[in-house]
C-alpha cells in the first residue's frame, strides 16, 4: 500500500520560504510520478508540481521559477522548496503519487495515492 505523509506547513511572513517533505512508503519499481498539490478554501484542488521515476519534472505556471521539487530515492522522500511565498500561496499541500505514469502530469485523476496534508499560510 502506498502511504504518503506530508510535513513541513508553517505559518511565514511573505517574501519568505519552506520546504516542504513527503514519505512515501510502499513504492515498487513501476514509472512512477509524485506531485504536490493544493487546496485553498472555496477553491478546486490543483496541481503544483510533479517529478517522475527518470527525474522530469513540470510546475504550474504560478509557481515557476519560485518552487522547486525534488526527491531522495534512498529515503524515499519528495521534497517541494517554496522561495518567494505570497499570500495566495496559502493553502493545505498534499502529496501524492501515481504508480502508473508514462509521463509527468499534473493531473488530478491520474493520481491515486494522497496524504492527508499540510497547512502552509502565508501572511502579508
Known amino acids: 500500500q502506498v502511504q504518503p505523509v506530508e510535513s513541513g506547513g508553517d505559518s511565514v511572513q511573505a517574501g519568505g520560504s519552506l520546504r516542504l517533505s513527503c514519505s512515501v512508503s510502499?513504492?515498487?519499481?513501476?514509472?512512477?510520478?509524485v506531485a504536490w498539490f493544493r487546496q485553498a478554501p472555496g477553491k478546486e484542488r490543483e496541481g503544483v508540481a510533479a517529478i517522475r521515476s527518470d527525474g522530469t519534472t513540470t510546475y504550474a505556471d504560478s509557481v515557476k521559477g519560485r518552487f522547486t521539487i525534488s526527491k531522495d530515492n534512498a529515503k524515499n522522500t519528495l521534497y517541494l522548496q517554496m522561495n518567494s511565498l505570497k499570500p495566495e500561496d496559502t493553502a493545505m499541500y498534499y502529496c501524492a503519487a501515481d504508480i502508473y505514469c508514462s509521463t509527468v502530469h499534473l493531473r488530478r485523476s491520474g493520481y491515486n495515492y494522497w496524504g492527508q496534508g499540510t497547512q502552509v499560510t502565508v501572511s502579508s
Open positions: 510502499g513504492y515498487s519499481n513501476y514509472d512512477r510520478c
